[in-house]
């Protein structure tokens, strides 16, 4: 596995790969750009072409290429190996293959049961016939991987079981359930077209089952449990397909269902993503913003689901998103309109209208008397605008609302300033402070000096810092800053660039001189006032000697 890694760096440069996901730009021999692992306005997120690696001084993310897409892309080590193995070319190579345990097993089970599931399709002809008739064509099922689970009780679990799979380890997996009473395992999805959901990395963690023939109570869909793999909060639907192409149109469409986002896709609309009937959450969002800053949610016209598209919508406005809605005719779902009219689908996207204007739309059409519409825009619109992080946006839509529904301005900034916003502020990230804030003068000019001594810039710098520190001390503060060795390297490079001259290095290493002289000025004074004060007299009159030559070094350096 080791020898894989070392093929893959070698093919693939950090810039090239870091710039697949983010616009860098040049800063001295580095480049920088905006952090994805945190807010910011200003670039604080470095990357170094020569050494392989990247540091944020933000929020303190460094790492490799392999570090950088596991963080990125919200995956585990195997899934970031998979990812840039196939970018890189490269053929992995495991040891102990008949070995393989834990989360890797899991993932093995669950290919096999997804190709198990799309054999199964092709020979049950209502399955095929129940996704023709939806409009979707054999390429799309084909990528998708959809597949059917037959209407048996334990046929699955045969399959798996014949391929040496333990029961315990399908459970795990999600596909197999217990019995009542400590009965016999059975087959978790029955009678379903099934539907593989994959992390970014393109690796199945779950499944969602239709329905195709059952009882009125059945669910008309069933979801893999939550597993080690699959967590809903964090799993969209279509992301690894949808992902090239959000960075590329620089925004993403929501929608709900997995059908919905497989008719999407198939009118050409590929960055579409589908929340599987689950409500949008906070790491959803935080996925999301890894590939684009602009959201576009396509709302049902239904109360229930538009009540609960309106929740999703708030919480990804709050997150500093850009949000936009697109609404569709009343009694279609995405997947029913693209069949009756793909191009009718694409204009209901490019009609999309920004969040907070749907909705002062939407009251203003109601109907309200003066009272009920200030009500209105009090409770239904003011919180969204109070989510808004720019003060220039607030103010826009604030004069809007007083143009539109002839409410004072004054009157709207009074209730916006009590208007509570749709996440609490208490939930909001507080900015962390970093060690280098704190820093005294000598330890800056340590962590200057040590950085340039990391970089390798002057290769006489070590023993020059040994003759200030002593041999001793000199191990013990090269051991403190090791573990900052990434950040004060990339610190250095980009104060100072390659043009590191002998005379700038020489200054550090004369204040450094002069700081560790004062530090043992301080010190001797203290144990010169606690010698007089204890009535030490040779001891004092020794210390004074030794305060005085001190001083007269700091004049001299």
């Not at 959000?246 to 919905?260: C, H, P, S, Y």
Request: a positive charge; one cysteine or more.
């Amino acid at each position: 596995m080791s020898d894989s890694v070392e093929k893959i760096k070698d093919r693939l440069g950090i810039a090239e790969v870091i710039g697949s996901y983010l616009k860098l730009e040049k800063a001295g021999k580095n480049l920088k750009a905006r952090c994805p692992f945190h807010n910011e306005k200003t670039a604080s997120f470095f990357v170094s072409p020569d050494r392989g690696s990247f540091y944020c001084f933000g929020c303190g993310a460094k790492g490799d290429i392999f570090s950088f897409v596991e963080q990125f892309e919200g995956l585990d080590f195997k899934g970031t190996l998979k990812l840039l193995a196939e970018r890189a070319g490269v053929k992995l190579e495991y040891e102990n293959r008949d070995e393989r345990t834990g989360r890797e097993k899991i993932f093995q089970i669950l290919e096999e049961a997804t190709r198990y599931f799309e054999d199964n399709l092709k020979l049950n002809d209502d399955a095929k016939s129940y996704l023709q008739k939806r409009g979707v064509a054999e390429k799309t099922r084909i990528a998708f991987r959809i597949g059917y689970a037959p209407d048996e009780w334990r046929s699955l679990l045969a399959d798996l079981k014949n391929k040496k799979f333990a029961e315990s380890d399908l459970e795990k997996a999600g596909l197999i359930k217990k019995g009542e009473a400590g009965g016999n395992y059975y087959d978790r999805f029955r009678g379903r077209i099934i539907f593989p959901i994959a992390d970014s990395a393109g690796r199945i963690v779950g499944f969602s089952g239709r329905i195709l023939k059952g009882k009125p109570d059945d669910a008309k869909y069933l979801n893999s449990p939550e597993t080690e793999l699959f967590v809903k909060s964090r799993i969209l639907y279509g992301l690894d397909k949808a992902k090239a192409m959000i960075r590329r149109r620089d925004f993403v469409v929501l929608v709900e269902g997995q059908m919905d986002l497989l008719m999407s896709h198939q009118a050409g609309v590929t960055n579409t993503v589908a929340s599987s009937g689950t409500a949008l959450t906070d790491e959803h969002i935080n996925l999301l913003k890894r590939f684009s800053n602009r959201l576009l949610l396509v709302f049902d016209p239904d109360e229930a689901g538009f009540k609960a598209a309106l929740r999703g919508a708030g919480l990804a406005l709050t997150r500093g998103l850009e949000v936009k809605v697109a609404i569709l005719p009343k009694g279609l779902d995405p997947a029913d309109m693209i069949l009756k009219s793909p191009a009718g689908w694409k204009d209901t996207l490019k009609n999309a209208v920004f969040l907070i204007d749907f909705l002062l739309a939407r009251i203003l059409n109601k109907g309200y008397d003066k009272r009920q519409l200030a009500k209105a825009v009090e409770k239904e619109v003011l919180p969204y605008i109070a989510s808004l992080k720019s003060r220039i946006e607030q103010s826009h839509y604030i004069s809007e609302i007083a143009d539109k529904a002839n409410i004072k301005e004054e009157a709207l900034w009074e209730e916006l300033r009590k208007a509570v916003p749709i996440i609490s502020a208490a939930t909001s990230k507080v900015t962390k402070t970093t060690a280098r804030d704190k820093l005294t003068k000598l330890e800056l000019l340590e962590r200057r000096l040590f950085g340039l001594l990391f970089a390798e810039k002057d290769k006489g710098l070590e023993s020059e810092l040994k003759n200030i520190f002593g041999a001793t001390e000199f191990k013990t503060v090269l051991k403190f800053w090791q573990p900052f060795k990434e950040e004060i390297v990339f610190e250095v490079e980009t104060i100072l660039g390659d043009g590191v001259s002998e005379k700038e290095i020489t200054e550090l290493l004369a204040n450094l001189k002069n700081e560790k002289l004062r530090e043992k000025f301080l010190q001797k004074t203290r144990e010169l006032a606690e010698a007089e004060k204890t009535g030490e007299v040779a001891r004092a009159r020794k210390l004074m000697e030794e305060c005085q030559k001190l001083s007269k070094e700091i004049t001299n350096n």
